[in-house]
C-alpha cells in the first residue's frame, strides 16, 4: 500500500487559520476511519481527530470548537479545518488511515503557530 500523502501546514500566528489534506490511495470501501495525530516536540502522539466511515466523528477536547475534520470519499481524502490556533497547537500532524488491512501514516506535516 502506498503511504497517504499529505499537504498544508506551515508557519502562522496565533488566532490564524491552516488546512492540512490528507490522500489516500486505499479504497473507500476498505476504509473504516481517516484522521488525524500530533506529536509535539518530546510529547508522545496523541490523537486529533477521526471521522468514521459512517460519517461520525470525534475531536480531542483541547481542539473542540476550533478545528474540524472533514471527508471527501470521491477523492479518498481528509482534511482538518485549523482556525484559532494557539501557541500551544504547534506539533508535527500526522495523518492516519485505518482500513482493513492495517493503519497507515502519512510523512507528517509541520505546523508551527507563533505567539
Known amino acids: 500500500q502506498v503511504q497517504p500523502v499529505e499537504s498544508g501546514g506551515g508557519l502562522v500566528q496565533a488566532g490564524g487559520s491552516l488546512r492540512l489534506s490528507c490522500a489516500s490511495s486505499?479504497?473507500?470501501?476498505?476504509?473504516?476511519?481517516m484522521g488525524w495525530y500530533r506529536q509535539a516536540p518530546g510529547e508522545q502522539r496523541e490523537v486529533v481527530a477521526m471521522?468514521?466511515?459512517?460519517?461520525?466523528?470525534n475531536y480531542a477536547d483541547p481542539v473542540k470548537g476550533r478545528f474540524t475534520i472533514s471527508r471527501d470519499n470521491a477523492k479518498n481524502t481528509v482534511y482538518l479545518q485549523m482556525n484559532s490556533l494557539k501557541p500551544e497547537d504547534t506539533a508535527v500532524y500526522y495523518c492516519t488511515v485505518l482500513s482493513d488491512d492495517g493503519m497507515q501514516w502519512g510523512q507528517g506535516s509541520q505546523v508551527t503557530v507563533s505567539s
Open positions: 471521522i468514521h466511515r459512517g460519517g461520525g466523528d
Open positions: 486505499t479504497p473507500t470501501n476498505k476504509i473504516r476511519a
